[in-house]
């Protein structure tokens, strides 16, 4: 049995801070014992959805307590004026960043861009593009023609144009941003699959390895790691492959 004292080796220093643990649970209390159990060599985690609607402000403020980098994985998607008020309601919750649905659309990017103005230092605004959920098919199926990649490209554009900090988007289309965006611009990927691992929902998935080395900045590591057998066996191998992809070896 691993003991989690092996994540805590300063050879992983540099991919702990570009992940992501997704906390993918239904209460508060078995959040807190998946983070007990990968101890303080794991900073960054995500409270998506579920563990949010189940647990609110406590757990994030729980997890800020005890040091922990927190991505607040909310996908806002309503009209300018709900999503502007619902990022204002969250802007003393001690997170790293929080997201929003690109297809909100420019001035609902723009208006959630606006929200945070008179914060000193606020949370990174990034920016959901295509669910990494969605094949070329369920794209088409929604009725947005011309395919998977020029839809990528345009929602890449509005997050851009809206000035957004960085976007949620699938490996495959890591190689869009550099095409696209001449600045600075945080790349967070989901979807990730060591090899073997069940794809489950996802579609467009892609290796660690592959993942950073086409450019992600973080990586948000779900069920590839938190279903294994062992997942802290498992999150130290996708670590050793991050380490690979950004030249630092094994
Ligand atoms: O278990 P799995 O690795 O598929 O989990 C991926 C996590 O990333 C989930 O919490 C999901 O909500 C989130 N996510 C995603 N696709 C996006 C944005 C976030 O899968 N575009």
Not at 43 to 69: C, D, F, M, P
């Amino acid at each position: 049995m691993m003991d989690s004292g092996m994540l805590l080796d300063s050879r992983y220093d540099v991919v702990r801070n570009r992940t992501y643990l997704a906390l993918d649970v239904p209460s508060a209390s078995e959040a807190l014992a998946l983070v007990e159990r990968f101890g303080a060599g794991v900073t960054g985690y995500k409270v998506g959805l579920e563990l949010y609607n189940a647990a609110g402000r406590s757990v994030v403020e729980t997890l800020a307590k005890l040091g922990k980098r927190i991505f607040l994985d909310i996908k806002l998607h309503d009209i300018p004026n709900t999503v502007a008020g619902a990022l204002r309601a969250l802007k003393d919750l001690p997170v790293e960043m929080v997201n929003v649905h690109t297809l909100g659309g420019l001035e609902m990017l723009c208006a959630a861009k606006s929200a945070w103005e008179d914060v000193e230092q606020p949370p990174l605004l990034i920016g959901v593009t295509v669910l990494t959920s969605l094949s070329e098919e369920d794209v088409s199926l929604l009725g947005v023609h011309g395919g998977l990649t020029a839809w990528s490209r345009r929602l890449l554009s509005l997050a851009d144009e809206a000035g957004l900090d960085g976007v949620v988007l699938s490996a495959s289309e890591l190689p869009l941003v550099a095409e696209t965006i001449k600045r600075p611009f945080v790349r967070v990927v989901p979807g990730v699959r060591p090899l073997q691992a069940d794809t489950y929902d996802q579609q467009r998935i892609a290796t660690p390895l592959q993942a950073i080395e086409k450019g992600a900045d973080h990586l948000v590591l779900g069920r590839g790691v938190l279903s294994q057998s062992n997942p802290l066996v498992a999150l130290q191998r996708v670590w050793d492959e991050m380490r690979v992809g950004l030249g630092e070896g094994v």
